[in-house]
């Protein structure tokens, strides 16, 4: 199992890889965590990471790392780690990180925003009056299992 720090380096970095300059906001990264972690659950009925995501009011947020990367405000993250290294990851969790990217990262910050508020694990667990609401883990494995599974 990885740190939600760890998957949140691999996208930065991943972004970095490719031609096109890197779009990838915190709110962005956030939601790309979001997604990683819970089509994983889906699939595998296991975490990803064990931080915990919760429901702010702009979806899905891992606290850790929305303070990791706060300072760029809502401008694209452009530190990569100096000491990021691939090999920290097997194959199939580069391929399965491709994925999610492949799948998600073509949509813009505010696209995944709308996207997870129309979902259950975001919409059922936000509370407006309420900080620091967790959306179970179990709640994404619900939501996310292949149909049929």
């Known amino acids: 199992m990885f740190e939600a720090k760890d998957i949140a380096e691999w996208f930065v970095n991943w972004a970095h890889a490719g031609e096109e300059p890197s779009d990838v906001t915190n709110l962005k990264l956030q939601k790309l965590l979001y997604y990683a972690q819970a089509h994983h659950l889906g699939q595998h009925e296991i975490p990803l990471f064990g931080d915990s995501i ?13 303070r990791a990367y706060k300072a ?40 995944l925003r709308n996207m997870t508020h129309s979902e259950k694990p975001w919409a059922s667990h936000f509370d407006a009056d309420k900080r620091g609401v967790e959306i179970p883990k179990e709640s994404m494995l619900v939501a996310f299992r292949p149909f049929g599974g």
């Open 54 to 66: 919760q429901a702010w009011s702009h979806g899905p947020v891992v606290p850790s790392v929305y």
């Open 72 to 111: 760029y405000g809502s401008n694209p993250v452009q530190s990569v780690d100096p000491t990021f290294s691939w090999e920290k990851f097997p194959q199939p969790a580069m391929e399965y990180l491709a994925t999610v990217w492949n799948t998600y990262g073509q949509y813009s910050a505010w696209q």
